[in-house]
């Protein structure tokens, strides 16, 4: 029963951990950077951007950055997004550190894709009215 009670607790300051370190890495007005132009940048692999993944983003695998940067403009707007939002900081910091000034960590692909589907539903509904 202990054990139990001890596992418990380990996942609940995992999950708590990991709700304040999404709040805190996360930049809101995302949607209106994606408005303005910004290019997504997925982070993950091939693979699993094949198997979903934003419209319009571009691929840059976390393992291939460090080569591939060069092929992005420093001069435009990025946002890097992968599966849980580990991976996306990872690129954000070393996007900056190659000179980047406006790159965005947009966490999760599958709940920023939801935001700017949300976002697009509302602006559809207030033209329509």
Partial sequence: MKSII?????MLTVYIAYRIYKYQTLDNGLDQLVRDGAVILDVRTEK???MGHISESKNFSL???RERYTELDPGKTYITVCSHGLRSVKVETILKEKGFKKVYNGGAWSDLKKKL??????NQINTNN
Avoid: P
């Fill in 48 to 50: 699993e951007f094949k």
């Fill in 117 to 122: 589907d949300l976002k697009s539903s509302e």
């Fill in 6 to 10: 001890m596992f418990c607790g380990i």
């Fill in 63 to 65: 393992g291939t950055i």
